[in-house]
């Protein structure tokens, strides 16, 4: 009881009586030519969902799209199906929840090596097909941040070649107005560079030095200038205040004198042994073993006394003596006091 249909169709088709199919393409363009070109809605009461291929027998797999046999509402299945009607591999190849939520069960690509999700490895690859670690952009640029020239943004580069490690640039809103207005975070052979567009801030070798100013650092901290110009170091605290003439400032002035330069009208104490051993007040006047000297001078000991220069004559006869001078002649044993332009020698002060 075969009966032909307006497209032709036909049972008994590929030798089995439960397939009604047509080879009148032409017919089935023109009906199909008066449908809305934009939807075609394929009603299944059975949930069993839409077939695109022709038959699934001794083994061979059938494209499927089948709703959720327990809640066709929530899920759409799409997949292969054998002629048992089991999924291939066990699971559809993937699913589309109602709320538009994707799961692929197996690798995913789109225009690969565009953009490449591993399942088995559980790996994510942006520009390669075999991403080696969890996420890997290849051969381009990570971007963070939102509108350029309002709220700045980051550029993440991979490794470049040879000792070039990554580059981290940083920009802020105000930094787009000139393409080379930027900071930058690199890495190049066994050094951390901090730097501008231009030039490098700060240095952080293998060795744990840190160099400002300077790319090659010798020490733990070490501070370079540049050229004939002082470089200065500057300490201050909330009570000091933070502008150029507050706190404590060491350095090198362009005379290449050293300098401890004391900002605030305070004391400058120095200690060893984890104990005061000297102070230089605010007025100037030196202390040792006090904290509070009485005169320019003022030396405090039970433990030692004061020992002035020594010298031989011929060593006190070569110097340029102002009055005031005290020395000790080893040659005759005695004080040289220098007083009223003249040398006045003594066995002692009385």
């Known amino acids: 009881m075969f009966k032909n249909t307006a497209l032709n169709c036909t049972f008994n088709s590929l030798g089995s009586e439960r397939y009604l199919l047509t ?36 083994g061979l797999y059938r494209y499927v799209i089948i709703p959720d046999s327990a809640t066709p509402n929530n899920k759409l299945y799409f997949g292969y199906k054998n002629h048992a009607d089991n999924w291939y591999a066990g699971s559809p190849a993937m699913e589309i929840s109602y709320t538009g939520n994707v799961s692929v069960n197996n690798h995913l690509y789109v225009d690969s090596p565009t953009l490449v999700v591993d399942s088995t490895n559980h790996r994510v690859g942006i520009g390669t097909s075999s991403p080696d670690t969890n996420f890997q952009v290849a051969n381009g640029v990570i971007s963070v941040g939102k509108d350029d020239t309002t709220y700045g943004r980051a550029y993440l580069y991979g490794a470049g070649s040879g000792n070039n490690g990554g580059l ?41 030095n840190v160099g400002i100013g300077i790319t090659n650092p010798v020490f733990k901290l070490h501070v370079a200038g540049t050229g004939n110009t002082a470089v200065y170091q500057t ?66 000991s039970t433990t030692g006394g004061f020992i002035v220069p020594r010298m031989t004559a011929a060593q006190v006869a070569a110097l340029a ?16 006091f220098y007083e009223n332009g003249a040398w006045v020698s003594g066995s002692g002060l009385a």
Do not use: C, W
């Open 23 to 58: 080879e009148d393409n032409k017919s089935l363009r023109d009906i199909a030519a008066n449908v809305p070109y934009d939807a075609i809605s394929v009603y299944d009461t059975s949930s069993a969902g839409l077939s695109l291929s022709s038959h699934a027998t001794n």
């Open 168 to 208: 981290l640039r940083l920009y802020t809103s105000a930094d787009f107005d000139d393409d080379n207005d930027y900071y930058r975070l690199y890495v190049n052979q066994d050094k951390l560079f901090l730097a501008s567009d231009s030039a490098n801030f700060m240095t952080f070798d293998k060795d744990g």
């Open 235 to 300: 300490f201050t605290t909330g009570n000091t205040g933070h502008t150029n003439d507050d706190g404590f400032t060491i350095g090198v002035d362009i005379s290449q004198n050293a300098q401890l330069i004391n900002q605030e009208n305070t004391d400058m104490i120095f200690s060893t042994n984890d104990a005061e051993k000297m102070r230089l007040d605010s007025s100037g006047n030196l202390g040792i073993g006090t904290a509070s000297p009485a005169g320019a001078l003022d030396v405090s």
């Open 321 to 336: 003596p102002v009055n005031g001078m005290i020395v000790y002649d080893t040659t005759n044993n005695k004080f040289q």
